[in-house]
């Protein structure tokens, strides 16, 4: 409600800048309130110096010993592939024919659809991830559905329609001209609607003709604060499939590249087989990487390289994956992306668990609006119970 103020009083963590490139990166207050009015962020700190602030009767909300973090972002997962998370193939292509193809087809029937979007967001807040960048599949009813779901409990999602032409079953085929203009009838209704946006969602390259990519990126320029999102150098058969269907191009990501759809809010997820030029053009565009750590063990795709990204700052952020991904949580992810810096001789410190919050915030131009308790943010916390001491 907008004048209704509420204090939190618990341990608060959250993040004002990168760890791994800053000394200050982080508040951590072990006895912290969190005040919200309107909605709002009011203030975060220290409750010795914040309470007194607070108006006379006003009720604090006791949860000593526990933490108060900013709700976790997912940059990159599938809701359709929610019904067959931890299905194995021997790599990602025929892991999409064997079951994500048969599984996404169902998508069309838009009660389905709403008994998945149901339970994937419930299954989403249960782990703490409060926004999300979603595929949803070809079907625009799947959208529908989702965006349904996520407006009954206003959360701030991002999602969208795949767009596929080609390489893939006729019954998840659009075409060109009505990939489109579904997807801009959906961002007209959809994308800033509450707390809602929308991303445009061409699968990946090997699944978009030479004229479906064009219109992608002719509406990415159209609606340039839309999000877009995409998969690129996953797994080193599809780089090669790439090379076969586009070879004017200098590299996989140049494809991209090539129709206009390195921007700020393009998410581009797992890069694992990128190359040095691959990287500048994502940090000079402020296009994002969303890494996904479960996804890439579980598919067997390879490692992301931390060192290179953070050498040439790259804006990352941390992703699930599922279906791919074997986990809907981002604390499980951190856990499998630590392991992968490991074997890449990188090591993170426990406190670059950033990405998941202020990292995918601003990958997503979303700083001062979500993944911290800055003045004025969007009141979207996380009582983590999991984390609770004796009082
Ligand atoms: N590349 C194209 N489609 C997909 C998908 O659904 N999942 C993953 N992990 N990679 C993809
Ligand atoms: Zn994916």
Known sequence: TTNDLQAYRASVLHFSNDPAFHQQAFAWHEDGLLIIRGGKVQAAGDYAQL?????????????????IMPGFIDTHIHYPQTDMIASPAPGLLPWLDT?????????ADPAH???VAHFFIKELLRCGTTTAMVYCTVHPESVEAFFAESEARNLRMVAGKVMMDRNCPDFLRDTAESGARESEDLIKKWHKRGRQLYAITPRFAPTSSEAQMQLAGELARAYPDTYLQTHV?????EVAWVKSLFPQARSYMDVYDHYGMLRPRSMYAHCIWLDDADRVRMAETQSAVSFCPTSNLFLGSGLFDFER???????????????GGTSFSMLQTMNEAYKVARMGGTYLPALRVLP???????S??????????????????????????PV
């Open 51 to 67: 309470h007194a602030s607070l108006p006379e009767g006003c009720v604090v909300h006791d949860y000593r010993g526990k933490l």
């Open 99 to 107: 079951y994500t193809f048969p599984t996404e087809r169902k998508f």
């Open 113 to 115: 659809a709403g008994e």
């Open 233 to 237: 150098a996953e797994n080193t058969d």
């Open 309 to 323: 990204a953070d050498a040439l700052q790259v804006p990352l952020s941390m992703a699930t994956d599922v279906g």
């Open 356 to 362: 998941a919050t202020l990292g995918g915030a601003r």
């Open 364 to 389: 997503m131009q979303l700083e001062g609006t979500i993944g911290n308790f800055v003045a004025g943010a969007e009141a979207d916390a996380l009582l983590p119970t999991y984390c609770s001491a």
